[in-house]
Each structure stands twice: as structure tokens, then as C-alpha cells.
């Protein structure tokens, strides 16, 4: 069964400082993977995805990604936060495997400290 | 533009009621779905449908129904077998299964 695990729920960092949000899958075969952010009492919004091209991707607001089959990994990164990163960012499997079911993970909620 | 609107915004039950929340979309996707956030537990999908006139059960059906009779609408009712129905409801939709989804706003249902 598919899975995808989110380390941290809650991550803090410095105004200017790396954002890192880590997330994990379990897949038997490449699966398409997802990032998105949910600002207070919105819905979720697309940051990026990999869709098994280049294993670097590029998402909107200065985020990104980087798929790594080896360590079944897709983490979240941005070289310098801003206040208006502060959310809540969701990690998104979905699997060939099991009929393309979508798996989310639980989330991680980003604080950015001025 | 595109995109999927959820109403009401705010929702508010009463004890043995059934309420329906809207979902409609201009997407022209297939795929839509019926998610369940609560604090802290991420997304739990309700009910998801790959085509008009066909709908699965999610991990969390129960005390819920659905319907999707027109490509653009899927409409969530909470009935009141759901005994503990307060929580962020959020529909979203894709042009086929396991492609990226696209969300609406949510609608947030409260017990009075």
C-alpha cells in the first residue's frame, strides 16, 4: 500500500533562512508526486509536481523539489523564506500502482520568524 | 477563469439534519472528489467520482452520500448518521484519476 510520510509537523525558520520540508513515499512502482499550500480557511493550492521527467522541479512562489528514487524522497526547499511562506504545505502521492489513488500526507505548518 | 466553486462558505447543522454542500466546477475534469480535514489528520477523502453517474467510497463514507449527475456538479450530503460532522470540507477535482487536483475554497460545516 501506498504511503507518504511528512517528518515535522511543525517547522520554524528565519525570515531569509532555507525552508526544508521533507517528505517520503512508499511506491512499488514510480509514482507521480505532489506539493501543495493551504493558507488559513482556503483550499489547497498546486505548488508543483513530478510526473517522472526531470527529477528537479520548479513550482511557483520560488519553490522546489527534488525527486529522489534511491531515498524515495521528494523534499520541499526554498533558499530564503519570506512571512508570506507561513502555511500549512501538503505532500501528494499518487500511484500507478494502485489505479492512480491520491495519497496525501498530514501536512507540515511552516511558522517564518521576522 | 477555471476553476471550482464551494458553497456555502460557512454551514451550520442541526441535530438529526441533513445538509448538502455544492461543489461545481468549469473545469470540463472527469475526476472530482470529497475530502474531510480535521486538525491535524491532513485529508481524508469522503467519495470520489471518475465519471458522471459513477461514484466510490473513500476511507471515510460513512454518514455521507453523493451524487454526480452532470460532469460539473457533485454535491456532498451529511446526513445525520454522521455524528461528528464538524470539520473543513474541501472538493476538488482532476482531469483523470491520479492527475494533479485542483481545489475550491471548502466549505466549513459547525453543529449548532
Known amino acids: 500500500a501506498q504511503s507518504v510520510t511528512q517528518l515535522g509537523s511543525h517547522v520554524s525558520v528565519s525570515e531569509g533562512a532555507l525552508v526544508l520540508l521533507r517528505c517520503n513515499y512508499s511506491?512499488?512502482?514510480?509514482?507521480?508526486l505532489f506539493w501543495y499550500v493551504q493558507y488559513p480557511n482556503q483550499g489547497l493550492q498546486l505548488l508543483l509536481k513530478?510526473?517522472?521527467?526531470?527529477?528537479l522541479v520548479k513550482g511557483i512562489n520560488g519553490f522546489e523539489a527534488e525527486f529522489k528514487k534511491s531515498e524515495t524522497s521528494f523534499h520541499l526547499t526554498k533558499p530564503s523564506a519570506h512571512m508570506s511562506d507561513a502555511a500549512e504545505y501538503f505532500c501528494?502521492?499518487?500511484?500507478?500502482?494502485?489505479?492512480?489513488?491520491?495519497?496525501f500526507g498530514t501536512g507540515t505548518s511552516l511558522t517564518v520568524i521576522p | 477563469d477555471g476553476g471550482i466553486t464551494q458553497s456555502p462558505k460557512y454551514l451550520f447543522r442541526k441535530e438529526g439534519q441533513n445538509v448538502t454542500l455544492s461543489c461545481e466546477q468549469n473545469l470540463n475534469h472527469d475526476a472530482m472528489y470529497w475530502y474531510r480535514q480535521d486538525p491535524g489528520q491532513g485529508l481524508r477523502l469522503i467519495y470520489y467520482s471518475q465519471i458522471v453517474n459513477d461514484f466510490q467510497k473513500g476511507d471515510i463514507a460513512e454518514g455521507y452520500s453523493v451524487s454526480r449527475e452532470k460532469k460539473e456538479s457533485f454535491p456532498l450530503t451529511v446526513t445525520s448518521a454522521q455524528k461528528n460532522p464538524t470539520a473543513f470540507y474541501l472538493c476538488?477535482?482532476?482531469?483523470?484519476?491520479?492527475?494533479?487536483?485542483?481545489f475550491g475554497d471548502g466549505t466549513r460545516l459547525s453543529i449548532l
Open positions: 501528494a502521492v499518487s500511484d500507478p500502482g494502485t489505479g492512480n489513488q491520491f495519497y
Open positions: 476538488a477535482s482532476s482531469i483523470v484519476s491520479g492527475g494533479p487536483q485542483h
Open positions: 511506491s512499488s512502482v514510480p509514482p507521480y
Open positions: 513530478y510526473t517522472s521527467a526531470a527529477t
